[in-house]
T-cell receptor, first 111, second 113 residues
Framework: SQQGEEDPQALSIQEGENATMNCSYK?????LQWYRQNSGRGLVHLIL?????REKHSGRLRVTLDTSKKSSSLLITASRAADTASYFC???????????FGTGTRLKVLA | EADIYQTPRYLVIGTGKKITLECSQT?????MYWYQQDPGMELHLIHY???????EKGDLSSESTVSRIRTEHFPLTLESARPSHTSQYLC????????????FGPGTRLTVT
């Protein structure tokens, strides 16, 4: 399968704690993106990191990319109940405009 | 909010019926995509298009077909719906240059009885 894998599959934390989720992929990539999906609706783009970048920040989000290990992590700091959602990584393999989505992490933030 | 729309949002239909799921975007994006997603599962690419009159099958085999006659419109058609087609269908678009972020529609939840 070309699908990436994410872990953990599900994560439950208290409000204010940090949440970390990981993504592994199989092919060489142009970039890696993270998306959020609320309650089975459409996905919303969160952040993009290019293959020549190692770390990127956006607000409470921090993404790292290790191309040698073909892995990425998403850190959400000071989580809020509104962060409860499913989070997916998506990779764009070299030479294509397609996106391959990971299996997703279901995050639940308890108030 | 992204300017990409899908209709209908929910559809319950009997086996054997022909259905068309609509997707439209007003952002002028050249690239458009259809994904299939079962509840709580990953997205699977079933069709994509790089522009007018360009369509390709995705990584997941699908009995559906698509057309791209206008830049803003990318409908998906099932000639004969079956219970195995029950799923959520998500449409997305992105800009022409580079593999940039995708903008997603709200999805169509299809149930075939």
């Amino acid at each position: 399968s070309q699908q990436g894998e994410e872990d953990p599959q599900a994560l439950s934390i208290q409000e204010g704690e940090n949440a970390t989720m990981n993504c592994s992929y199989k092919t060489s990539i142009n970039n890696l993106q993270w998306y959020r999906q609320n309650s089975g609706r459409g996905l919303v783009h969160l952040i993009l990191i290019r293959s020549n970048e190692r770390e990127k920040h956006s607000g409470r989000l921090r993404v790292t990319l290790d191309t040698s290990k073909k892995s990425s992590s998403l850190l959400i700091t000071a989580s809020r109940a509104a962060d409860t959602a499913s989070y997916f990584c998506a990779t764009s393999p070299w030479g294509t405009y397609k996106y391959i989505f990971g299996t997703g992490t279901r995050l639940k933030v308890l108030a | 909010e992204a300017d990409i729309y899908q209709t209908p949002r929910y559809l319950v239909i009997g086996t054997g019926k022909k259905i068309t799921l609509e997707c439209s975007q007003t952002m002028g994006h050249d690239k458009m995509y259809w994904y299939q997603q079962d509840p709580g599962m990953e997205l699977h690419l079933i069709h994509y298009s790089y522009g007018v009159n360009s369509t390709e099958k995705g990584d997941l085999s699908s009995e559906s077909t698509v057309s791209r006659i206008r830049t803003e419109h990318f409908p998906l058609t099932l000639e004969s719906a079956r219970p195995s087609h029950t799923s959520q269908y998500l449409c997305a678009s992105s800009e022409r240059q580079g593999p940039y972020e995708q903008y997603f529609g709200p999805g169509t939840r299809l149930t075939v009885t």
